[in-house]
């Protein structure tokens, strides 16, 4: 959810990107520093190139956490 949280970001700040993608294709993000999830995500991409289906690629990073400062205080 990460992934799609910060390629959603990605778009919204840079909306030209979203013309790079062939219509009909299927969205494949590989993360870089996630080796499990990149090979999960491998095999996703390969089945779509099996069946004929445009692949368009992504590759990042795993955003890191971002630590909230709010303090919940009980009354």
Known sequence: M???AEWM???FENPDVLD??????ALV???E???ELYEENYRVLEENRKK???VFVVT???PKPQISNIEIIAA
Do not use: E, N, Q, V
């Open 33 to 35: 520093d996630d080796k």
């Open 29 to 31: 993000i590989l993360p």
């Open 20 to 25: 790079r993608i062939p219509k009909g294709a």
């Open 60 to 62: 990042m990073r795993m």
């Open 52 to 54: 004929g289906i445009p």
């Open 9 to 11: 970001k990605c778009t």
């Open 2 to 4: 990460d992934l799609h």
